[in-house]
Nanobody, 125 residues
Framework: QVQLVESGGGLVQAGGSLRLSCAAS????????MGWFRQAPGKEREFVAV????????YYADSVEGRFTISRDNAKNTVYLQMNSLKPEDTAVYYCAAKRGYGGTWSRPIEYDYWGQGTQVTVSS
């Protein structure tokens, strides 16, 4: 069983920055692909970013490309999401997720095995 705990959400003005963290309680953290997803009220959960186990590969949704950066520290069992130039449309609950194995698209929520409880990010205009 993997437990994921997100932190770092909050209220920020448009154009500002936030850094989300997700700490995982698992011995084999490096074997998990880690993703960030978000869900706004009334909308489906959507892919934001994903990073491979080693950290050598990462992919982003078009809506955040160039503004968000995903990274991980395998020594600390933690994955991060640095969010810059935030926009009101980035407002959502952000979730980190862990995926076993390297198959699939890495961008569909159904592919992930474990989820955190979520952290609220609110961007005011």
């Amino acid at each position: 069983q993997v437990q994921l705990v997100e932190s770092g959400g909050g209220l920020v003005q448009a154009g500002g920055s936030l850094r989300l963290s997700c700490a995982a309680s698992v011995r084999t953290f490096i074997t998990y692909v880690m993703g960030w997803f978000r869900q706004a009220p009334g909308k489906e959960r959507e892919f934001v970013a994903v990073i491979s186990g080693s950290g050598g590969s990462s992919y982003y949704a078009d809506s955040v490309e160039g503004r968000f950066t995903i990274s991980r520290d395998n020594a600390k069992n933690t994955v991060y999401l640095q969010m810059n130039s935030l926009k009101p449309e980035d407002t959502a609950v952000y979730y980190c997720a862990a995926k076993r194995g390297y198959g699939g698209t890495w961008s569909r929520p159904i592919e992930y095995d474990y989820w955190g409880q979520g952290t609220q990010v609110t961007v005011s205009s």
